[in-house]
């Protein structure tokens, strides 16, 4: 699989994903991807919110490592 081909993949992974976090008022927006891991920016109600560490790691890490060959990890940004 391409670099780009890899990218297609993340962002239509998060357009799965993107309407539970719509669903709680937050969003979430592709960033890069660099060696591995996948660079992403939490929005609205995800800032500041108890469950932010559990939504990144369960929620989106996991899906995307599920699905997307070549993911290794996920960071947030700010």
Avoid: Q
Wanted: charged share 30%.
């Amino acid at each position: 699989m391409t670099y780009e081909e890899i990218i297609v993949e993340i962002k239509e992974v998060l357009e799965l994903i993107r309407p539970y976090i719509n669903r709680d008022g937050g969003d979430i927006e592709f960033v890069k991807f660099e060696d591995g891991i996948v660079y992403v920016k939490m929005m609205g109600a995800c800032v500041g919110c108890a469950g932010f560490e559990d939504t990144l790691s369960e929620l989106v890490e996991d899906t995307l490592l599920e699905r997307v060959p070549g993911v290794i990890g996920v960071e947030h940004v700010w």
